[in-house]
């Protein structure tokens, strides 16, 4: 027995190193090409450089996800059934399949970067409960693409003149934003709105101003409002399988390069919005994406005082109701988490 005790301990160590010394192979989901900057200069390269940047003797096959023909609806239940290993997440997307999600980015939560930070480090801990809970999935770190703004074709001076417009919006708090001014939200997917806007199926769309000049949307418009509705949160999700069967040493390691990762993409971020609202307006300094002439429209007092109220008055009560219908604490946990960053 003692011999056989010793050899089955041998065989279990060889494989192991034999394991380490093949390397691991993972399957990664992107974010959009469509998207612009933050996916090609900062996610593709980690992925492509993952075992230098991690410190894990391992390769990852990285697909954008407007390569695979997926819908970004589906990001959740494909982590679960294991067919991808790592999934960079758009949050308002996925929250469709567990709202609590969506608790981190309610219009008018996250008015600057520096609140985002807050949000996430309050409330990222009971999203990460839901997902291993639901989706069988690890919470990697939440990063933003920044202040989602408002683009429009026909002229407008202030968000009360979206009243009969349509909007193109992305998830359903928002859709309840727009209508709560007058406004018909409409959902349109990210690839889709550039021809939306053309022919004249939606007068307006919101998204971040560098997300919008890669994808040509000043070329359809004529006015820019950057007034922040959201912060269009993304965070990176993985397998919990694929997690487990990782060292100690390895999940740490992992866990330390996808840090740096986030970070890298916050600092990223709020330099492409600065430049990218600069280009839009064809003002300079103009370095990261093409110059446009789009009108800016000033921020009004009036639309500072509408986003401000947005959370208390109509984005979180109508999300409330739904998310303690899936989640029956989401209220009281997210009141819990955030009532001490909203009241700084």
């Known amino acids: 027995m003692k011999t056989l005790t010793t050899l089955a301990a041998s065989a279990l160590i060889a494989a192991t190193s034999m394991a380490s010394a093949e390397g691991l192979e993972f399957k990664a989901l992107g974010q959009p090409v469509a998207t612009g900057l933050i996916q090609k200069n900062v996610e593709q390269p980690f992925f492509e450089n993952f075992a230098e940047r991690t410190g894990i003797n391992a390769s990852v096959d990285y697909k954008p996800l407007d390569v695979t023909g997926i819908k970004d609806t589906e990001q959740l239940r494909i982590l679960k059934a294991g067919l991808f290993d790592i999934v960079s997440l758009r949050m308002s997307q996925i929250s469709r399949d567990d709202p609590t999600i969506l608790g981190l980015d309610l219009v008018g939560l996250n008015p600057d970067y520096d609140t985002g930070r807050k949000t996430i480090a309050a409330f990222a801990d009971k999203v990460d409960a839901q997902l291993q809970a639901k989706f069988n999935t690890k919470l990697l770190g939440v990063w933003p693409f920044g202040p989602q703004v408002l683009f429009c074709e026909p002229e407008i001076g202030q968000l009360a003149d979206l009243k009969g ?9 928002l859709a309840n934003f ?38 040509g949307w ?9 007034v922040a509705f959201q912060l269009a949160l993304n965070g990176y999700g993985m397998n919990l399988d694929a997690w ?5 040493e390895d ?3 992992l866990e330390a390069g996808f840090d740096q990762l986030v970070e890298e993409i916050w600092t990223y971020s709020e330099e492409l919005f600065d430049d990218a609202v600069r280009c839009n307006v064809g003002a300079d300094p103009c370095e990261t994406v093409k110059k446009y002439d789009l009108t800016l429209v000033p921020v009004t007092d009036a639309d500072k005082a509408i986003i401000g109220n947005a959370v208390n008055e109509i984005s979180f009560p109508t999300w409330a109701e739904v998310c303690d219908k899936q989640n029956p604490t989401c209220s009281e946990d997210w009141k ?9």
């Open 218 to 226: 000043p070329e359809v418009t004529n006015y820019m409002l950057p």
């Open 165 to 173: 417009k349509k909007v193109r919006v992305y998830d359903q708090n």
């Open 244 to 248: 487990n069967k990782l060292t100690p």
């Open 178 to 215: 727009v209508s709560s001014v007058g406004g018909t939200p409409v959902p349109i997917g990210f690839p889709d709105v550039h021809q939306s806007l053309a022919r004249g199926v939606v007068d307006c769309a919101i998204t971040g101003p560098s997300s919008a000049n890669s994808a």
């Open 251 to 253: 999940q740490a390691k």
């Open 336 to 344: 819990a988490a955030i009532g001490a960053v909203m009241s700084q």
